[in-house]
């Protein structure tokens, strides 16, 4: 049974790392079924808020642009008439923005929100003009004008709106947690933890629900649980599974 987790929100808060509580509670669960991170994040950007113990484990970031499996890091990138829409439309509008390639990005806007602050913390990257990325997999904008995201989707770019940050995350055509996940050939019950939009393609396909917080309404047949209870709740799930035999 595979279980996946996202992180902001979900397992870790306020950019800080994942807890000692939580970290022991997913272990004790990954001795019995598959653990799966998925975030936001891109993989430059999970690590550093991963414990060590996690980091062989596969991981989706970007919203499903990047795959890790081993050693092995896949994206799937806008088209190159997207990114020339999108550099039009920043520099249109004067829009504050971060964008990342396959390791490298580009970021201009407030260096202390908060998703700035957890941006590659530990210098493995260089932070570029959008037009030297070698090729643009996420970005995200610090805007929440429905006009410029009405035309984003007609571009056929994925838009996820983010209100409690004041920001829009967008992903190339087609791309989400849910293909990135069934792209790693994870075969299973599925069982997710998450808690905002960028989830729901996971929660659609989930057997397991589990909606962290209250960004999310009525996610059909879900159980919310408090940031407080997360560490209980995943210690309850793997007590309630039984062993896997190999």
Same mark, same amino acid.
């Not at 799937?76 to 829009?95: G, K, N, V, W, Y």
């Not at 957890?118 to 037009?131: E, Q, S, Y």
């Not at 019950?189 to 905002?196: A, K, P, Q, R, W």
């Not at 159980?223 to 599974?241: F, G, H, N, W």
């Given at each position: 049974?595979?279980?996946?987790?996202?992180?902001?929100?979900?397992?870790?808060?306020?950019?800080?790392?994942?807890?000692?509580e939580i970290t022991q509670a997913i272990e004790l669960l990954s001795e019995?079924?598959?653990?799966?991170?998925?975030?936001?994040?891109?993989?430059?950007?999970?690590?550093?808020?991963?414990?060590?113990?996690?980091?062989?484990?596969?991981?989706?970031?970007?919203?499903?642009?990047?795959?890790?499996?081993?050693?092995?890091?896949?994206?799937?990138?806008?088209?190159?008439?997207?990114?020339?829409?999108?550099?039009?439309?920043?520099?249109?509008?004067?829009?504050?923005?971060?964008?990342?390639?396959?390791?490298?990005?580009?970021?201009?806007?407030?260096?202390?929100?908060?998703?700035?602050?957890?941006?590659?913390?530990?210098?493995?990257?260089?932070?570029?003009?959008?037009?030297?990325?070698?090729?643009?997999?996420?970005? $995200?904008?610090?805007?929440?004008?429905?006009?410029? =995201?009405? #035309? /984003?989707?007609? +571009?056929?770019?994925? @838009?996820?709106?983010?209100?409690?940050?004041?920001?829009?995350?967008?992903?190339?055509t087609g791309i989400s947690k849910w293909t990135a996940f069934k792209q790693?050939?994870?075969?299973?019950?599925?069982?997710?933890?998450?808690?905002?939009?960028?989830?729901?393609?996971?929660?659609?396909?989930?057997?397991?629900?589990?909606?962290?917080?209250?960004?999310?309404?009525?996610?059909?047949?879900?159980?919310? $649980?408090?940031?407080?209870?997360?560490?209980?709740? =995943?210690? #309850? /799930?793997?007590? +309630?599974?039984?062993? @896997?035999?190999?």
């Amino acid at each position: 049974m595979p279980v996946v987790f996202d992180l902001d929100g979900t397992t870790i808060f306020k950019g800080q790392k994942m807890t000692s509580e939580i970290t022991q509670a997913i272990e004790l669960l990954s001795e019995k079924h598959q653990v799966i991170f998925a975030s936001a994040r891109p993989i430059r950007d999970m690590l550093p808020v991963l414990p060590e113990v996690f980091y062989n484990f596969d991981l989706i970031g970007g919203n499903g642009a990047f795959t890790k499996q081993g050693e092995t890091i896949q994206t799937s990138s806008f088209t190159d008439q997207q990114i020339a829409f999108m550099l039009d439309l920043i520099e249109t509008r004067q829009l504050n923005y971060m964008m990342d390639s396959q390791w490298d990005y580009s970021f201009k806007g407030d260096t202390t929100h908060p998703l700035f602050l957890g941006v590659d913390p530990n210098n493995l990257a260089n932070n570029i003009h959008p037009r030297e990325l070698e090729t643009i997999v996420k970005v $995200v904008l610090f805007t929440t004008d429905k006009t410029v =995201i009405s #035309e /984003l989707e007609e +571009q056929a770019i994925s @838009v996820h709106f983010h209100g409690s940050e004041e920001l829009i995350d967008l992903s190339p055509t087609g791309i989400s947690k849910w293909t990135a996940f069934k792209q790693l050939g994870i075969e299973g019950n599925l069982v997710m933890f998450g808690n905002d939009t960028n989830d729901l393609p996971m929660f659609e396909n989930a057997n397991q629900k589990f909606v962290v917080g209250n960004l999310l309404k009525e996610v059909d047949q879900a159980t919310y $649980v408090s940031e407080e209870d997360v560490a209980r709740t =995943i210690l #309850e /799930l793997a007590k +309630q599974t039984k062993k @896997v035999l190999i």
